[in-house]
């Protein structure tokens, strides 16, 4: 991890990490929280289909990824899926048609910083398939895929690695 050594509050070159969750400042009393950061993550599904996107920027490049993001300060999961969605696709949804299944934790690591977040997975049933917009700076592609044919290799994070195992075990 890319690690702060300035304090934010006297400026001098005190701030020392404890390794898990905070930063502290000997010198003011300064303590700075690295919190857990809420993103969701939607399966967007057609009888046994899923859709997939690809990721076109880094982390996990070229990667497969399930639609989503990060959860914008005063915003709801729901909200911040229906956001993303838009955003990604745009994919306009119904926020009380989406189904909440788990969360897990993750690590999204961005410009050497690792990043703890909370990801939150929702399920969005279609009655049909759809093509979209794809948002082309986040996203090099985006396809439906038979559950049976989801490669968990191919999965860009951990936390979705982990989701679709169980996910794929009780739905196929």
Not at 35 to 50: D, K, P
Not at 73 to 88: D, I, Q, V, W, Y
Request: glycine fraction near 4%; proline fraction near 5%; charge should be negative.
């Amino acid at each position: 991890m890319k690690i702060l050594k300035f304090c934010p509050n006297c400026g001098k070159e005190s701030l020392q990490w404890d390794g898990e969750k905070k930063w502290s400042c000997p010198n003011c009393n300064f303590t700075l929280y690295n919190n857990v950061a809420g993103a969701v993550a939607v399966v967007i599904r057609h009888q046994n289909e899923i859709y997939l996107t690809r990721r076109n920027q880094e982390p996990k490049k070229g990667k497969l990824d399930l639609p989503g993001g990060f959860v914008d300060p005063k915003e709801s999961a729901e909200n911040t899926c229906k956001r993303e969605l838009f955003e990604e696709l745009k994919l306009e949804i119904d926020i009380p048609n989406l189904k909440y299944l788990t969360s897990l934790p993750n690590v999204y690591q961005y410009k050497e910083i690792d990043y703890n977040t909370i990801d939150l997975f929702y399920e969005y049933q279609v009655s049909e398939k759809f093509e979209v917009d794809i948002e082309w700076v986040e996203i090099s592609e985006a396809q439906w895929f038979p559950i049976h044919e989801i490669n968990l290799e191919d999965i860009a994070f951990e936390s979705q690695k982990t989701f679709f195992k169980e996910y794929l075990k009780n739905n196929i």
